[in-house]
């Protein structure tokens, strides 16, 4: 993603386009909110409020993740660098 993609987005709208994926998912799974929150240990209210409006803490975040079989896509997240030339390569490598 470069400059000028990430001025397309807000962290709302991130937030928010995660919130509707899990939401998908849980229902995918045939898994209530309630039932979620309770296997999680997530309250109900921060699920409901989560799924919303994108608002959650990232430890409740995580918590869903893993109740849903989605953890290993985030443990994922930011594992191989990013580099913005060759030279970073090179001196990632030595």
């Known amino acids: 993603m470069d400059n000028y993609d990430q001025l397309l987005f807000t962290p709302t709208d991130i937030a928010k386009a995660l919130a509707q994926r899990l939401k998908r998912i849980r229902k995918k799974k045939k898994v209530t909110q309630y039932q979620l929150a309770s296997r999680s240990n997530v309250s109900y209210a921060s699920l409901r409020r989560f799924e919303s409006t994108g ?34 390569v090179i001196n990632d490598v030595n």
């Open 55 to 88: 608002q959650i803490s990232l430890e409740s975040f995580i918590k869903l993740s893993m109740e849903l079989g989605t953890i290993d896509e985030l443990r994922e997240l930011f594992k191989h660098p990013v580099y913005s030339n060759i030279e970073e």
